[in-house]
């Protein structure tokens, strides 16, 4: 089939809102968050219902063209960009927007995959519900995006990553066949978890069309703290006593060095330091519960337990100041500041990203070997430690020396990577705890993963795409 004839096909599946030929509107499909990638696409095709999205694989298939799977395009790791070649099409999911039903009575929601995160959640909200998936790019990622990278966040720590948070899910196959899992089961021990094995596959085993998500009551009672601490340690005792004195109600625990407070302050307008003095380590905590704070009960609620709890962290030295937030205004700056540091890190110039995980309690002292390694590795450079402490998952990234360009300090990218890639490995964490490996680790993946596990997931890849035209060249080379 040539290549006209391939577009009039597609063009006859989606209709003209569907396709996206000025290669002007095509930039910002095949170019990514961070412009790392600079891809080119035979077509961006944009189908509006699952009919259409199977409709368009078989097209795929009949014309032995690849497709790129794309949501929000906010990945980190290039899984949603097409390769240099222009023999794949991106299919993107963006017009499949729709909230489907809401049930909150059965506390689960069903969306298409396009569906915005925060359009999840305010829905969510709406109903007096919480979707508790939330990560700094909620404006603009999608739920199908979410879940095929097995989306981490701020709140993994009380209620799971992305797996945790769905109940069923729809996936066209390469072959363009749907299969409907759409079930509002929370048990279903039917032999193998099909649903499982989607979440977190790239969009390299199929694309996953619809989904019915979870959904827990909404919260009544919130407290929020900024924390300088004496050191990551002290972050961690400090996380492992809260657990205990907020009855169980840590909802979020993030670790930040000062250097990414800095690029936050220098960077972001209306940016504050919170506290009068300067620290190395900060840590934001947050409880939050469901159960509304009792009135004129005095100290019933989640606030004043959390003023004790860091008074008495205070006199033993763990923690050194601290304020906690007296509104939602005030939260939500706390907040800005730390969802801030990869919008900080892009302005401040090149920097490298290392999106690890570790055991929580091994975190200080792989955090100590780390810093000491990417400065022995090239003397200079910034590090720029920040991230989920409660899930053991730090974004161990580094900024370049000052005044550096990006090909100057990329060509010192490997040689920093490994340091700290192998240092994870020898402390026995990931080398992708949230982002997913997409093009940017398919190397780093196949090097520190074993030969029986990368044996496994190639079989998987080669059983339920054996023409290898779902996002080809991610996660797994075959
Ligand atoms: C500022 C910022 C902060 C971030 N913070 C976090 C964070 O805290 N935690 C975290 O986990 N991630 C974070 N990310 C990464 C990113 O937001 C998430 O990975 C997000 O889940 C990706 O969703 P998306 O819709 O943008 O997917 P895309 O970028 O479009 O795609 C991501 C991958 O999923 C595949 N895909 C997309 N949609 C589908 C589909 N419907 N079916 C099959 N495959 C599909 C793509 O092919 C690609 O491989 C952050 C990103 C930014 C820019």
Redesign the pocket.
């Known amino acids: 089939m040539s290549d006209a004839a391939f577009l009039d096909r597609l063009a006859a599946i989606v209709g003209a809102r569907g396709l996206v030929s000025d290669p002007a509107d095509q930039r910002g499909y095949v170019t990514?968050?961070?412009d790392n990638y600079l891809g080119t696409a035979l077509a961006v095709v944009r189908p509006g219902s699952t009919e259409e999205v199977a409709a368009v694989v078989r097209a795929c298939a009949d014309a032995g063209v690849a497709i790129?799977?794309?949501?929000?395009?906010?990945?980190?790791?290039?899984?949603?960009?097409p390769h240099e070649t222009g023999r794949e099409i991106v299919?993107?999911?963006q017009r499949?927007n729709r909230v489907l039903e809401v049930d909150p009575l059965g506390y689960s929601m069903t969306v298409e995959?396009?569906c915005?995160?925060r359009t999840i959640q305010e829905t969510a909200a709406a109903h007096d519900r919480l979707f508790p998936l939330?990560?700094?790019?909620?404006g603009?990622?999608?739920?199908?995006?979410?879940?095929?990278?097995?989306?981490?966040?701020?709140q993994?720590l009380h209620y799971g990553?992305?797996r945790a948070l769905v109940l069923g899910l729809e996936?066209v196959l390469p072959s363009g066949e749907i299969w409907n899992g759409l079930r509002a089961l929370k048990k279903d021990n039917t032999g193998y978890d099909l649903r499982d094995l989607?979440v977190g596959?790239?969009?390299?085993?199929?694309?996953?069309?619809r989904a019915v998500l979870r959904l827990w009551p909404a919260p009544r009672d919130r407290a929020v703290a900024w924390i300088a601490v004496a050191s990551p340690a002290a972050a961690v005792e400090l996380l492992s006593d809260a657990h205990a004195a907020s009855e169980d109600n840590v909802t979020s625990c993030e670790l930040m060095g000062r250097q990414g407070i800095d690029l936050v302050l220098r960077h972001i307008p209306g940016a504050a330091d919170p506290l009068a003095g300067r620290h190395d380590w900060y840590v934001l905590m947050e409880w939050s519960s469901s159960r509304a704070p009792r009135p004129g009960a005095n100290g019933s609620g989640l606030a004043p337990a959390m003023e004790a709890h860091l008074g008495a962290a205070m006199e033993t030295g763990l923690v050194l100041d601290a304020a906690i937030a007296s509104s939602d205004g005030q939260a939500k700056a706390l907040w800005a500041l730390r969802?801030n540091h990869?919008?900080a890190q892009k302005r401040e110039g090149p920097s490298i990203k290392h999106?690890i995980s570790v055991a929580v309690s091994r975190l200080p002292a792989f955090i100590e070997r780390g810093l000491a390694a990417m400065h022995e590795t090239l003397p200079g450079c910034r590090p720029v430690p920040f991230?989920?402490v409660g899930d053991g998952n730090l974004?161990f990234n580094c900024q370049s020396p000052e005044g550096w360009d990006k090909p100057r300090f990329m060509a010192h990218a490997e040689r920093i990577s490994g340091a700290i890639y192998d240092l994870v490995v020898d402390a026995g964490g990931s080398i992708s705890?949230?982002?997913?490996i997409?093009r940017l680790k398919i190397d780093e993946l196949a090097h520190y993963r074993s030969r029986t596990e990368l044996d496994v997931m190639r079989a998987i890849k080669r059983a339920l795409d054996p023409a290898n035209r779902m996002?080809p060249g991610?996660?797994v080379r075959v």
Do not use: F
């Open positions: 990514d968050w961070r790129v799977p794309q949501g929000g395009n906010t990945g980190l790791v290039g899984g949603g960009m299919l993107s999911l499949m995959a396009g915005v995160l939330s990560l700094a790019a909620e603009s990622c999608t739920i199908g995006g979410n879940l095929s990278t097995n989306a981490g966040g701020v993994v990553n992305a996936v989607y596959a790239e969009g390299t085993l199929g694309i996953v069309t969802e990869s919008e999106d991230g989920h974004h705890a949230e982002h997913g997409g996002n991610k996660v």
